[in-house]
């Protein structure tokens, strides 16, 4: 089993940055393709980005552009820049070891003035 912590997350104004980290915990992590998924109120869950073991990505429509999915296999960890932020990017971001199935707890991110 795959263990997840999410990390980064915070209050940012509009055209804001942020970088969240997702740092896992286990051997296979390296192997399988981790997902960042976002989850704003009321809404359901979706996905933002992913990125392969080798390092192939994929970006939904709102994300491509703006945010860069990109991992360091030696610290076990996979992060999500997140730049020209807009108020409809609040949610709580979760990331997904696809191997497993693993989420890990979620972090808040919220763009406001």
């Known amino acids: 089993q795959v263990q997840l912590v999410e990390s980064g997350g915070g209050l940012v104004q509009p055209g804001g940055s942020l970088r969240l980290s997702c740092t896992a915990s286990?051997?296979?992590?390296?192997?399988?393709?981790i997902g960042w998924y976002c989850q704003a109120p009321g809404k359901q869950r979706e996905l933002v980005a992913t990125?392969?073991?080798?390092?192939?990505?994929y970006y939904s429509d709102s994300a491509k552009g703006r945010f860069t999915i990109f991992r360091n296999n030696a610290k076990n960890t996979v992060y999500l820049q997140m730049n020209s932020l807009k108020p409809e990017d609040t949610a709580v971001y979760y990331c997904k070891h696809e191997g497993s199935g693993s989420w890990g707890q979620g972090t808040q991110v919220t763009v406001s003035s």
């Open positions: 286990g051997s296979i992590f390296n192997i399988y393709t």
């Open positions: 990125i392969t073991s080798d390092f192939r990505v």
